[in-house]
């Protein structure tokens, strides 16, 4: 074989390869391969000059994948429900482009309101059970645990609510958010891959796919997001993408909490109600919902379960969810895996009306029954009235009931509820403390609350009662006003709450919530 030639005495034109400087003039080594005076050069310099073609193909290589910007990506076909039909993610998915990335060109152009605006089926269809699976989400956890995606991290400097930064940025033009982006951009750069999911699903900054798949790093993430429609594409040819929905991290908590943007045409553009953003006076109310160690929840409207699952991340052994919208259902058993409580957690599609229908028969009673009033008033009158009277008759002898206010002045509780607070001979009449925060005064007439958080209970049961009876003479509610519903201690309304319950202390290097700005009160 010619790989195998070698100068040895059975080579053909032996004397040639051994005759030494002083009997012959060396010949240049490619004369010796053209004259074929040595077939062992052949094999070597066929072999250099492949060599060479390898390492030539390869710089060549690196420089289209330098101005391309990322090799080429494909996935396996797997349905999505974008277009109505099944087709191949790798249509969607993120795919090597010459176009760099440019916040300020992209942003106004490609964020979850502008996407919203001329594509609302991606937002339709989001986290759509069809698809997206518990695989799905357990993919997705991965990677957020991977990076590390907790509150800490999505929280900018200076201090804003992070949950309000794609508000901030709607209402910024010009300069002021050119100024905003840049800064954002910095922020999120210095945070390296774990960066790109805060922009994408904490701010509302669009990513482009080049970043994108240096941070997914498989295709069983690419295909996780596009199964449950969480991030879209901003336009069929455009290498940007942004984000369907916001992944909330609760403070102190391992609770990501799934909610949609607050894009106000969303109210119209959707036939079911959109899950609101886990604001602040939500945050706070999860802060002072107590431990549930070993035992049942009942959360009867939270909407986006906030309370519920940070609840349910203390220990409980099961939490079951009332949740009439099929949207913020859906969201819900999302947010329950992404948070690894999916084995504990049930969602129940039926109002806060049935609570006492559907669990009448029920001798398991709830340890802790939580609600957060939201709505017009009459939704919340009618929240608050269905937890009043179920609790009656489910919570447990030890239990306890924890009711979100706002928009509304706590201080008139006990006069507006008295009614659904009457006991009988069988359950004493509720009772409990209605914290109520307020900003100090020091000059009256001072402006009544506009939230609060209500601890309720059942009281000592009375043989003496009359069948009928006044409702002014019902219930038993202490008013306690305070600043702020946390301290630097940790949650200052749950100390209120019923004896024998507590709730989690906050860990002593973050307090982040008491410095966000306009918010440290």
Not at 114 to 139: K, P, R
Not at 201 to 215: K, M, S, T, Y
Not at 411 to 429: H, K, L, P, Y
Request: net charge negative; hydrophobic share 40%; charged share 20%.
């Amino acid at each position: 074989m010619l790989f195998a030639a070698s100068c040895d005495e059975t080579t053909p034109l032996a004397a040639d390869c051994h005759k030494s400087k002083s009997e012959t003039k060396p010949r240049p080594w490619y004369e010796k391969m053209l004259r074929g005076s040595c077939p062992g050069h052949w094999a070597v310099g066929l072999l250099v000059v492949c060599l060479a073609t390898a390492m030539v193909a390869q710089i060549l290589h690196k420089m289209y994948e330098a101005a391309t910007g990322i090799a080429q990506h494909q996935t396996a076909p797997v349905p999505t429900m974008r277009s109505g039909f099944i087709r191949p993610v790798s249509k969607d998915a993120p795919h090597p482009v010459a176009k760099a990335a440019n916040i300020l060109e992209d942003f106004p152009k490609c964020n979850p309101a502008t996407v919203f605006s001329g594509d609302q089926l991606a937002f339709v269809t989001a986290l759509d059970d069809t698809w997206c699976s518990q695989e799905q989400a357990a993919v997705i956890r991965q990677l957020l645990e991977k990076l590390r995606y907790d509150f800490q991290a999505i929280v900018p400097l200076p201090y804003v609510y992070p949950a309000r930064v794609f508000q901030n940025l709607q209402n910024l033009k010009g300069h002021q958010l050119e100024t905003a982006l840049k800064h954002y951009e910095k922020l999120a750069k210095d945070l390296g891959n774990l960066g790109s999911m805060v922009k994408l699903f904490a701010w509302g900054i669009p990513v482009h796919a080049r970043e994108l798949l240096g941070v997914f790093g498989g295709e069983a993430v690419v295909e996780a997001l596009l199964r449950c429609n969480v991030i879209t594409k901003c336009g069929n040819d455009s290498p940007i993408f942004t984000s369907t929905v916001q992944l909330f991290p609760v403070q102190h908590t391992s609770v990501i909490v799934v909610t949609d943007w607050p894009i106000p045409d969303m109210k119209t553009g959707l036939s079911d109600t959109p899950v609101e953003i886990v604001n602040l006076h939500t945050h706070f109310l999860a802060h002072n919902t107590p431990i549930a160690t070993g035992t049942r929840i009942l959360d009867v409207g939270t909407d986006s379960g906030v309370m519920g699952l940070v609840a349910a991340s203390s220990g409980a052994t099961e939490a079951v969810f009332l949740e009439p919208n099929p949207r913020a259902a859906r969201f819900l058993r999302f947010s329950a895996q992404l948070s690894g409580l999916s084995s504990i957690v049930k969602v129940v599609e039926k109002p806060s009306s049935d609570v006492a229908s559907l669990f009448q028969n029920d001798e398991n009673k709830f340890f802790l029954m939580l609600a957060h009033a939201i709505g017009t008033q009459d939704q919340k009158d009618i929240t608050i009235r269905n937890l009043l009277q179920s609790s009656k008759q489910l919570l447990h002898a030890q239990g306890s009931f924890v009711l979100g206010v706002e928009g509304y002045h706590c201080e008139e509780f006990q006069e507006d509820f008295g009614a659904e607070m009457c006991g009988d001979m069988n359950v004493g009449d509720l009772v409990g403390t209605a914290v109520c925060r307020k900003p100090a005064c020091n000059k009256p007439p001072c402006d009544p609350s506009q939230e609060g958080i209500i601890y309720g209970w059942m009281g000592e049961r009375k043989e003496d009662l009359t069948p009928q009876r006044d409702p002014k003479t019902c219930g038993d509610f202490n008013i306690v006003n305070v600043r702020s519903f946390e301290t630097e201690n940790g949650p200052a309304a749950c100390s209120f709450a019923r004896v024998g319950l507590s709730c989690p202390a906050p860990e002593a290097k973050v307090s982040l919530l008491r410095n966000l700005m306009g918010w440290g009160h």
